[in-house]
């Protein structure tokens, strides 16, 4: 999934980009965070590091996956192909 679509996607299940960077020979970081659930955990936050390689513009799917499932939403709709009827796919 292309890198821009991915952020859209994940601010609509509220995971933000906490900090970018960049450096010069091309790669980027990505630093991801939301709120887990307040039961169990509290007022906890958790956090992922992305980071793209020299044009890399897209994520795979099993990073992605991972990715929700560190943010508590791997039961979430996340991808076109997701088939569920009691769910929708977030756009």
Do not use: C
Request: aromatic share 10%; proline share 4%; no cysteine.
């Amino acid at each position: 999934m292309n890198i821009d679509r991915l952020l859209k996607r994940l601010r609509k299940i509220n995971v933000f980009v906490a900090e970018q960077r960049s450096w010069p020979d091309g790669k980027r970081l990505y630093v991801l965070v939301s709120k887990l659930p307040q039961m169990p955990f509290g007022d906890e936050n958790a956090y992922y590091t992305l980071v793209l390689e020299p044009g890399e513009d897209s994520v795979d799917r099993e990073e992605i996956d991972t990715m929700l499932r560190r943010f508590w939403h791997g039961s979430v709709n996340f991808f076109d192909d997701d088939i569920m009827d009691d769910k929708e796919t977030i756009n």
